[in-house]
């Protein structure tokens, strides 16, 4: 999982086994965030966030959650939709990612220890964030 700003910069990573549900990796990564008292106002986020629980945690630590509902949701709408709009800049963590994609080592996990690929991913937002700079 990787947390980028507005531009794309990658602000934190947490690297996680593949059977755990998303919902339950966000707020480790959002207590990853390298810069010191920054808390993000919003969190984007596609459908796999579509929980009440998880928005009222988020709530609770003044992170507004925009991400849209379930087609199967049972319960009542949360958001009204106006706020939908900013999940159309999604791409730019899309983008983020096909960055890091462009390291064979990342995209192929050859490493058997995961503290050893969190490294790689670590020093590929390095390279990504020097090329940027």
């Known amino acids: 999982m990787i947390f980028v700003d507005r531009h794309g910069t990658p602000v934190a990573i947490d690297t996680e086994s593949a059977r755990r ?9 959002l207590e990853k965030i390298t810069l010191q008292n920054r808390q993000p106002e919003r969190l984007v986020y596609d459908k796999a966030a579509d929980s009440d629980s998880l928005r009222k945690r988020l709530m609770e630590k003044n992170i507004d959650l925009i991400c849209p509902h379930r087609k199967s949701r049972v319960k009542p709408p949360t958001q009204d939709g106006r706020k939908l709009p900013r999940f159309k800049r999604r791409w730019i963590v899309e983008r983020s990612i096909a960055w890091l994609h462009n390291y064979r080592r990342i995209v192929t996990r050859w490493e058997y220890h995961d503290y050893l690929y969190e490294s790689f991913v670590i020093l590929g937002c390095l390279f990504t964030l020097l090329k940027r700079f």
């Open 21 to 29: 549900s998303e919902v339950k990796l966000i707020e480790p990564l």
